[in-house]
T-cell receptor, first 112, second 115 residues
């Protein structure tokens, strides 16, 4: 059974701080990795894809460690609006919807 | 650009009733999926489709039917509603292919309560 594990949190972080959380996956054949953001009572929305070389989008940095089978998300200079649940999503090579495995999410609360 | 549209947004049913959750996308995506999201369980795949006329079961298909007569539409039918089907249902779509990026685009969900 494919597993994607996340620390559910909540992570309580003061505004302006840097926060990071990881996601581990069990299927070594996984090829595509994503971070989604889900606000309370809303749909998940793509935050960023995770590339092998790591990638950055503004205050957000995603890293992939294939050897240890985890991906990470770093948020710098956190804002109140960053409060949300962050879902880790892993896709098998060539997989469509049936190849996706969702983590249960990490709940982040940015405090003023 | 509407993206993925789900209707209704809220629904209350009695045990044993049937209903259809509607999902439509206007992005010409080949793949469409239905998920349910329950507290502490994360998103679980119910059924999915890789193109018109093709559907397949996901992780939790029992009690649900789907059909894909067009590229745009992917309705989910509850045959005989049970309290265990109380959940938030999300429809999603994506492009097919073996590219690295196949992000899912989600509808805004249907909140379903079965009494």
């Amino acid at each position: 059974r494919k597993e994607v594990e996340q620390d559910p949190g909540p992570f309580n972080v003061p505004e302006g701080a840097t926060v990071a959380f990881n996601c581990t996956y069990s299927n070594s054949a996984s090829q595509s990795f994503f971070w989604y953001r889900q606000d309370c009572r809303k749909e998940p929305k793509l935050l960023m894809s995770v590339y092998s070389s790591g990638n950055e989008d503004g205050r957000f940095t995603a890293q992939l460690n294939r050897a240890s089978q985890y991906i990470s998300l770093l948020i710098r200079d956190s804002k109140l609006s960053d409060s949300a649940t962050y879902l880790c999503v892993v896709n098998e090579a060539g997989g469509g919807a049936d190849g996706l495995t969702f983590g249960k999410g990490t709940h982040l609360i940015i405090q003023p | 650009n509407a993206g993925v549209t789900q209707t209704p947004k809220f629904q209350v049913l009695k045990t044993g009733q049937s209903m259809t959750l509607q999902c439509a996308q206007d992005m010409n995506h080949e793949y469409m999926s239905w998920y349910r999201q329950d507290p502490g369980m994360g998103l679980r795949l119910i059924h999915y489709s890789v193109g018109a006329g093709i559907t397949d079961q996901g992780e939790v298909p029992n009690g649900y039917n789907v059909s894909r007569s067009t590229t745009e539409d992917f309705p989910l039918r509850l045959l005989s509603a049970a309290p265990s089907q109380t959940s938030v249902y999300f429809c999603a779509s994506s492009h097919s292919g073996t590219g690295v990026e196949q992000p899912q685009h989600f509808g805004d969900g249907t909140r379903l309560s079965i009494l």
